[in-house]
T-cell receptor, first 117, second 113 residues
């Protein structure tokens, strides 16, 4: 199956700093990438949909100025958590939509564990 | 408002027996449903999906059943294996947004030898 990578896998930062998370589709071109957040024992919540070359579409309640998303190429999307605070600590997962097969599946990255002190 | 619900947070099954994981949804616009398997600190892995025009889809040991009138789907794993132990998420899509998925809260399956 298609492979999606994320970097870093784990990051610890001080409150007030910014953190960038990269999501790459390694063996296919992803016109659409998605960013999710998962709190402990909760569901994956979609934060935003990222289309290559255009602005991301954010879900209701997600601050677009705090969670900056850039999808500069067909294989790379980045999520920057600006001025991070302890409540931003979470597991962030990206996924990429594949244009082949006609199925509505997404391939997920391994996730990034963000801890804000 | 949780549009996709998995009411059982955990399920324990013996190896070789059937595992049945349930999922309910409230949004009648959903027309595509998926099951994902997730290990700790990893992203979900796609398992099986079903379109709303079907009521059953089978792939090896995994079968998904859809009851549209009840807004209910289930995943059957037969026979269950210890390697199946993971958290299982059901997800739904309305197809109005390309691949925009709404996830349930997950069910932790433990298959004991």
């Amino acid at each position: 199956g298609a492979v999606v990578s994320q970097h870093p896998s784990r990051v610890i930062c001080k409150s007030g700093t910014s953190v960038k998370i990269e999501c790459r589709s390694l063996d296919f071109q992803a016109t659409t990438m998605f960013w999710y957040r998962q709190f402990p024992k909760q569901s994956l919540m979609l934060m935003a949909t990222s289309n290559e070359g255009s602005k991301a579409t954010y879900e209701q309640g997600v601050e677009k100025d705090k969670f900056l998303i850039n999808h500069a190429s067909l294989t790379l999307s980045t999520l920057t958590v600006t001025s991070a605070h302890p409540e931003d600590s979470s597991f962030y997962i990206c996924s990429a939509g594949t244009p082949f097969g006609g199925y509505n599946e997404q391939f997920f990255g391994p996730g990034t564990r963000l801890t804000v002190l | 408002d949780q549009q996709v619900k998995q009411n059982s947070p955990s399920l324990s099954v013996q190896e070789g027996r059937i595992s049945i994981l349930n999922c309910d949804y409230t949004n009648s616009m959903f027309d595509y449903f998926l099951w994902y398997k997730k290990y700790p600190a990893e992203g979900p892995t796609f398992l099986i999906s079903i379109s709303s025009i079907k009521d059953k889809n089978e792939d090896g040991r995994f079968t998904v059943f859809l009851n549209k009138s009840a807004k209910h789907l289930s995943l059957h794993i037969v026979p269950s294996q210890p390697g199946d132990s993971a958290v299982y998420f059901c997800a739904a899509s309305a197809n109005t947004g390309f691949q925009k998925l709404v996830f349930g809260t997950g069910t932790r399956l433990l298959v004991s030898p």
